[in-house]
């Protein structure tokens, strides 16, 4: 099983960047795929998630309405959509697996590499 996130970069405050986590290795459409971020010294974060099935999101109160998260089946792909960024959302994001209706990261089992973003200012 392998979740490849990649995406990340540097940009400035009002920026855009696409994240892409590339799933393999089974069938995720019973899990629910999150992207979490880490900041420095801070705990590890679900910013979005959707239910592989249903397409049902959730997103983090400080990421909606710039935040989009989708999947495509396809490709076996999610992707987090990140518009109007600003600096606090400059954290390493990986994306991972994991049950229905969970956003707690010590629910989920399958993680990608992490990918870094920054925002300056």
């Known amino acids: 099983v392998q979740l490849q996130a990649s995406g990340g970069g540097l940009v400035q405050v009002g920026g855009s960047l696409r994240l892409s986590c590339a799933a393999s290795?089974?069938?995720?459409?019973?899990?629910?795929m999150g992207w979490f971020r880490q900041g420095p010294q801070k705990e590890r974060q679900c910013v979005a998630a959707?239910?592989?099935?249903?397409?049902?999101?959730y997103y983090a109160d400080s990421v909606k309405g710039r935040f989009t998260i989708s999947r495509d089946d396809a490709k076996n792909t999610v992707y987090l959509e990140m518009n109007s960024l600003k600096p606090e959302d400059t954290a390493v994001y990986y994306c991972?697996?994991?049950?229905?209706?969970?956003?707690?990261?010590?629910?989920?089992?399958?993680w990608g590499q992490g990918t870094q973003v920054t925002v300056s200012s």
């Open positions: 991972a697996a994991g049950p229905p209706s969970s956003i707690r990261s010590r629910d989920y089992g399958y």
């Open positions: 959707i239910k592989w099935s249903s397409g049902i999101t």
């Open positions: 290795g089974r069938t995720f459409s019973s899990y629910t």
